[in-house]
């Protein structure tokens, strides 16, 4: 089963912040927090990934609460391309190739 | 660079036949995932192959296997095909086991009928 809960679905407005959060009040100490999202008829595609310390690239930022029991995943200026499925996991660095995805958010980016 | 090349990109099959999907990694990347997405539903980890040895394996029957060769490519087998096993099936790869970030490609289409 995941480790994580992540609301089912989301709107958000083109141009606007879209914010995603996602629990995971059962992290281990040396799991990782990875963001992945699924383009219809396309593979999942690789976002970002944080321990404990907020994260940002030119994709999105991750912002991790201090407990480290939740997190949220910030797309800063959300545009119609971003309408997807973001998948929030939790993984040991040291076998990433065995990810456990859940259901996901489904995020409706609007005009 | 070529991303992860998958093939064929759609199969029709019958119950009780057998498939085989192909996958080639980025140059350079030495594992390999297989994940298996129902409809509606997230990626389910099938096996992981690294430096051609198994190294994870997923709750899925004897009747799905796989294999990875010297050039890093590999393939997924399924046998005695049911109608459950409609899905995309997605490979990823990593440059090494413990890789932070997966590749994944298109995915094959299965339907079984």
């Known amino acids: 089963d995941a480790k994580t809960t992540q609301p089912t679905s989301m709107d958000c407005a083109e141009g606007r912040a879209a914010n995603l959060p996602c629990n995971h009040s059962?992290?281990?100490?040396?799991?990782?927090v990875y963001w992945y999202r699924q383009i219809h008829s396309q593979g999942p595609q690789y976002i970002i990934h944080?321990?404990?310390n907020n994260e940002t690239n030119e994709m999105a930022s991750l912002i991790i609460t201090e407990d480290r029991k939740s997190s949220t995943l910030i797309l800063p200026h959300a545009t119609l391309r971003d309408t997807a499925v973001y998948y929030c996991?939790?993984?040991?660095?040291?076998?990433?190739?065995?990810?456990?995805f859940g259901q996901g958010t489904t995020l409706q980016v609007k005009p | 660079d070529a991303g992860v090349t998958q093939s064929p990109t759609h199969l029709i099959k019958t119950r009780g036949q057998q498939v085989t999907l192909r996958c080639s990694p980025i140059?350079?990347?030495?594992?390999v995932s297989w994940y298996q997405q129902v409809l509606g539903q997230g990626p389910q980890f099938i096996f992981q192959?690294?430096?051609?040895?198994?190294?994870g394996r997923g709750n899925f029957p004897d009747r799905f296997s796989a294999r990875q060769f010297p050039n890093y490519s590999s393939e997924l087998n399924v046998n005695a095909l049911l109608l459950g096993d409609s899905a995309l099936y997605l490979c990823?790869?990593?440059?090494?086991?413990?890789?932070?970030?997966?590749?994944f490609g298109s995915g094959t289409q299965l339907s079984v009928l």
């Open positions: 990823a790869s990593s440059l090494r086991q413990g890789n932070e970030k997966l590749f």
């Open positions: 059962t992290i281990s100490g040396n799991e990782y």
């Open positions: 944080g321990l404990k």
């Open positions: 996991i939790v993984s040991s660095s040291s076998n990433t190739g065995k990810l456990i």
């Open positions: 140059s350079g990347h030495k594992s």
């Open positions: 192959y690294y430096e051609k040895e198994e190294r």
